[in-house]
């Protein structure tokens, strides 16, 4: 006999997710799990979740879906499993067993906090804070009224995030400082935001210096009105953005009144190129990078590739503490993994981009798609190339509001006094929130 759990689903969904798992295709599963997993019975979630578990070898996660599977109105069995699926990555699982075991248990501290760092990990804040602002008059101050501040802000909600961050008083336990001391900065680069910035739901340059303490240098043309608010998506770079780029990057710089003295060549291809170009283009000479060398614009391509190289890592936990004036510039930041160190100024935010040198797909005349191979001219050869290619930008679809250097500048203007300041560290997480057993 088959013992329950090994029982087919009933729902179409689930089914569907399970016949995807008899296929081997655990990455398929789930990609039909998050469009449905809180829609369907927990009971039969639990299941499917579970043979996806026990597939990938994760035992911790499999024994409470199993659990779950057997007792789906129990609340412990609920937050075992919500939290199991917190540790795994997949935190999309884990709301609506989560969510179930606070409506089944409202003042338990622990499933509200699991629920939040669920709704943190899948970039749900303004959930985090409608459940949160629920128990207002409870909340303790740390955690709880921090992951209300810190909520509210990545929401929008500037003026509920600094009520709530007023109201904390100092963290008696040492863990919560850094954390206390990223939200005071954010809120601080918001102040000086807010006179030249709107702080609304398209205003991407002005987010992105609150969240991370980076000066945006250009927005993209296309999509504006799809969501995209400024975002790249799929991006073939070329010499002109590049150029574009850093040309913003010499105004920024001019407007916060930061005069370097020389640009800092990383050494993967990409950077090394970029930072050639630069130094023309800002009137700099260009030598190897060194760490902790003040008064240098640091200029890297993109963090993620650079962090991919043998010698990366360890560039890049350099650059988590910077010198006095030194200032890194990324060219294209991708904005849906971002890099473990905020740089100071960024080009532009993409999802995906190939560099204008590298091996990029054409499409010939007779509409066939093939490959271009990747340039492998000496790195000055191209630096050349971006100093004297077309600045001029790009007219896009037509839904782009406009952008001229001087809105840029203006904005430098305002935040210099906060530029510079911010926590080297990429915004990923709330902070050491941890977890304990269900109560």
């Known amino acids: 006999m088959f013992s329950r759990k090994n029982r087919r689903p009933k729902s179409p969904e689930a089914l569907k997710a399970w016949e995807s798992l008899e296929a081997g295709d655990i990455p398929g599963a789930l990609r039909v799990l998050r469009t449905v997993a809180e829609t369907l019975p927990l009971g039969e979630l639990a299941p499917v979740v579970g043979r996806a578990a026990a597939a990938a070898g994760f035992d911790d996660l499999r024994q409470t879906a199993d659990a779950l599977a057997a007792h789906p109105e129990g609340a412990q069995e609920q937050y075992d499993f919500g939290y199991a699926c917190v540790e795994r990555g997949v935190s999309y699982l884990a709301v609506p067993a989560l969510r179930e075991a606070l409506r089944q248990v409202p003042a338990s501290a622990a499933a509200l906090r699991e629920l939040v760092s669920a709704y943190e990990r899948e970039g749900r804040h303004r959930e985090a804070v409608e459940v949160l602002n629920a128990r207002e008059s409870d909340l303790a101050a740390w955690p709880d009224r921090y992951l209300l501040a810190y909520n509210a802000l990545m929401a929008g909600d500037v003026a509920l995030a600094r009520t709530q961050h007023n109201r904390l008083p100092d963290p008696e336990d040492a863990i919560w400082l850094p954390a206390r ?259």
């Open 181 to 439: 001391d990223r939200q005071r900065a954010m809120l601080e680069r918001a102040a000086s935001a807010a006179p030249v910035s709107p702080l609304d739901g398209t205003d991407l340059r002005g987010w992105q210096y609150v969240m991370g303490g980076c000066v945006l240098g250009t927005l993209s043309p296309y999509g504006f009105d799809a969501g995209m608010n400024g975002r790249f998506a799929w991006l073939q770079d070329t010499t002109d953005l590049c150029l574009q780029g850093l040309l913003r990057l010499k105004a920024v710089l001019a407007a916060a009144e930061v005069r370097p003295g020389a640009v800092a060549l990383l050494p993967d291809r990409d950077s090394h190129i970029l930072g050639l170009a630069a130094a023309e283009i800002l009137e700099l000479p260009a030598r190897p990078y060194a760490p902790g060398e003040p008064g240098t614009v640091v200029v890297a391509y993109d963090l993620n590739d650079l962090a991919d190289t043998d010698q990366g890592p360890d560039i890049v936990a350099q650059l988590l503490d910077r010198a006095p004036g030194q200032v890194l510039h990324e060219h294209a930041s991708c904005w849906t993994d971002p890099p473990v160190v905020a740089a100071d100024s960024v080009g532009l935010l993409h999802q995906q981009v190939t560099a204008p040198w590298a091996e990029r797909m054409r499409v010939d005349d007779d509409g066939e798609v093939g490959r271009s191979p990747a340039d492998d001219r000496p790195p000055a050869e191209i630096a050349a190339e971006i100093v004297g290619a077309d600045p001029t930008p790009d007219e896009g679809d037509g839904t782009s509001p406009a952008d001229p250097v001087e809105k840029l500048t203006d904005f430098v203007t305002a935040v210099h006094g906060t530029w510079l300041r911010a926590q080297r560290s990429g915004l990923r997480s709330s902070g050491p929130v941890t977890s304990g057993r269900f109560h």
